[in-house]
């Protein structure tokens, strides 16, 4: 209980000192911008802005306080669940990106379906063929998959399957087809380094005494393989998850733009392109927010799988 | 070195057959990024409406673009601006990071483990929202996106040397190099340099790949590269309503990012076995 107790304690330290750290960069950044986010505000319509205009929405956003103020109040504000409201469309920040949150979260789990598979079937072909050609083609699959721009793949995907095989939707969300192509995507982006740890965990669990014992009580070597090495080789990959969260957040929005899946990244890309200020503060904050949630989750999770620890006989 | 010493590491450096190709695909994207001036048969800017959209050709060999360009020679372009820029930010990323992680691990004491808690930190957010953030607070283009990943990955290579020297501090030559009255410039010169070398240099081939990556992506959806400059990601960018009907406005660009960035990994694992860098560091 203890330690579980200083794991979800070092987690919130970590969580506030990304965020203070990060807000507060951006919040800096925004202000040694040459460009100023309130004459590009007046500027979009074409309209000539008058020095009162300028003054008026100056003060509306309180631009014209110094910046620790600015930085005060957003924190304040951000301790009330209020991420402020998007300067183009009005709408509170946490709304918008709250309401974009499913839809990422389902690519996402679509992308660790694809992940899964790849990274089982090819890790496990280059462990158990190590040396010899089907770890070859295991090295070269994870090899080119970190190669390859994951829009590009994306576009191939869209070009063969969607415009010459006509067997699947182009862009948008609805169907479980639509769901395909994004998920691949994804998965195929992420699965190189599962693949090589995967290969690496299972060649050192193959080589380990229990596996021998188990050889020796005569068991198949399926039986071995898939109940036994292949349960003890999963547990590090939940780890390797938790680390890898970021880029799956990073990658997702690549994804979401090419198949115009309507996620946060998509909201986020858009939200840059016009400078929308408040909009990026909240995002960072909540990408912030999942990552040490998704990590605290996953050192809960090992708790579990590894009593060992529980027990101070090992650190995490 | 002995001419027979470097005439056997040569030996030993090409028979892995990743790093011949890795080697090999080197040559070939340098040749380009030096000499592509020079070897492009038309102008990368030239626009031509007459001749928009023509396939593969003699006079086209990847054909021509929505603006009657030659892609050919936009791509031949494009390697010295992709190429150059991912060498030159992890360039300086290396050269901000590296000294603050070797004087940090050096030093050590209270002022560094409060340093590394505010990097880890840091470092455990996705560097792609990161430099979308920084990019989108200093304005989407290709400069501020140079200056985004300069500013992520730096961090990166000073937490990866201060660890490293943390480990080779506490071995016996460092302690003999003390002892002996080096300053702590001198130890830090020539001997703990040379050994955490190898492991920057193996990680830096990686990184170049993927910063090149990065810069594509973001130039894709809009955020790095902008028209008409021939970048990969803001050439797919830029083509992509015209993928149907002329398929190698697609194929070209994206195969390019893609042997470059496998040139990068395979140099980076060719390399990583070349220094025995897994059974070096145990």
């Given at each position: 209980m203890r330690k579980t107790l200083s794991i979800v304690a070092s987690r919130l330290v970590q969580l506030l000192i990304m965020v203070s750290v990060l807000s507060f960069v951006t919040f800096v950044l925004m202000k040694v911008t040459p460009g100023d986010p309130i004459r590009d505000l007046l500027n979009v319509d074409d309209v000539v802005a008058t020095k009162a205009d300028e003054e008026k929405l100056k003060k509306e956003y309180e631009f014209d306080q110094p910046i620790l103020v600015q930085y005060g109040k957003w924190i304040l504000n951000v301790m009330h669940f209020d991420l402020g409201e998007s300067i183009i469309s009005k709408r509170p920040v946490i709304e918008m990106i709250v309401s974009r949150l499913p839809a990422t979260i389902a690519l996402t789990t679509g992308g660790m379906v694809v992940l899964f598979l790849l990274s089982i079937s090819f890790g496990t072909l280059g462990a158990v063929y190590e040396g010899r050609w089907p770890d070859f083609i295991s090295r070269w699959v994870a090899m080119l998959g970190a190669s390859i721009p994951s829009f590009w793949l994306g576009l191939?995907?869209?070009?063969?399957?969607?415009?010459?095989?006509?067997?699947?939707?182009?862009?948008?969300?609805?169907?479980?087809?639509?769901?395909?192509?994004?998920?691949?995507?994804?998965?195929?982006?992420?699965?190189?380094?599962?693949?090589?740890?995967?290969?690496?965990?299972?060649?050192?669990?193959?080589?380990?005494?229990?596996?021998?014992?188990?050889?020796?009580?005569?068991?198949?070597?399926?039986?071995?393989?898939?109940?036994?090495?292949?349960?003890?080789?999963?547990?590090?990959?939940?780890?390797?998850?938790?680390?890898?969260?970021?880029?799956?957040?990073?990658?997702?929005?690549?994804?979401?733009?090419?198949?115009?899946?309507?996620?946060?990244?998509?909201?986020?890309?858009?939200?840059?392109?016009?400078?929308?200020?408040?909009?990026?503060?909240?995002?960072?904050?909540?990408?912030?927010?999942?990552?040490?949630?998704?990590?605290?989750i996953v050192d809960l999770l090992y708790l579990v799988v590894n009593p060992q620890i529980k027990q101070g006989k090992e650190t995490v | 070195m002995e001419p027979a010493l470097i005439k056997s590491r040569a030996l030993k450096l090409i028979h892995d057959p990743t790093m011949t190709i890795g080697l090999f695909l080197a040559l070939l994207l340098g040749g380009v990024t030096i000499l592509g001036g020079w070897l492009v048969p038309h102008d990368p800017f030239q626009i031509n409406m007459n001749n928009r959209l023509q396939g593969t050709s003699f006079d086209h060999w990847f054909g021509t673009d929505q603006l009657g360009r030659d892609v050919f020679s936009r791509i031949i372009y494009g390697a010295k601006l992709t190429i150059g820029l991912g060498v030159f930010a992890i360039m300086i990323a290396v050269v901000i990071g590296v000294p603050i992680g070797l004087f940090s691990g050096f030093i050590g004491g209270r002022v560094d483990a409060f340093l590394m808690r505010i990097v880890d930190g840091i470092l455990s957010f996705p560097d792609f929202i990161l430099a979308i953030a920084i990019a989108g607070m200093l304005g989407p283009n290709l400069t501020n996106l140079i200056i985004a990943i300069v500013l992520v990955r730096w961090i990166v290579y000073a937490r990866v040397v201060r660890g490293l020297v943390l480990a080779e501090k506490e071995k016996e030559y460092v302690l003999v190099s003390k002892v002996s009255f080096s300053s702590a410039f001198k130890t830090i010169r020539m001997h703990l340099i040379p050994q955490i070398l190898p492991d920057i240099i193996v990680m830096a081939a990686i990184d170049v790949g993927k910063v090149i990556l990065l810069i594509s992506a973001f130039s894709y959806i809009g955020l790095g590269a902008q028209p008409p400059i021939p970048e990969w990601g803001a050439m797919l960018n830029e083509g992509r309503s015209y993928f149907q009907v002329v398929p190698s406005l697609m194929i070209y660009p994206g195969l390019a990012i893609m042997l470059t960035v496998l040139c990068c990994n395979l140099l980076g694992d060719g390399l990583k076995n070349y220094f025995d860098i897994r059974k070096r560091r145990g």
């Open positions: 191939l995907l869209i070009y063969f399957f969607s415009l010459k095989l006509n067997l699947l939707p182009v862009m948008g969300k609805g169907t479980l087809a639509h769901f395909v192509l994004p998920s691949i995507t994804l998965g195929v982006a992420m699965a190189p380094m599962y693949i090589r740890l995967l290969r690496e965990r299972l060649i050192s669990t193959l080589q380990s005494p229990y596996i021998e014992a188990a050889r020796a009580r005569g068991l198949t070597k399926e039986r071995i393989l898939f109940l036994h090495a292949l349960r003890g080789s999963l547990i590090p990959l939940i780890t390797m998850f938790g680390l890898s969260i970021g880029s799956l957040i990073g990658g997702v929005t690549v994804i979401e733009i090419l198949f115009s899946w309507p996620g946060m990244g998509e909201l986020i890309v858009s939200s840059v392109k016009q400078r929308d200020y408040p909009v990026i503060q909240g995002y960072i904050l909540i990408v912030g927010f999942l990552v040490v949630i998704t990590n605290l | -």
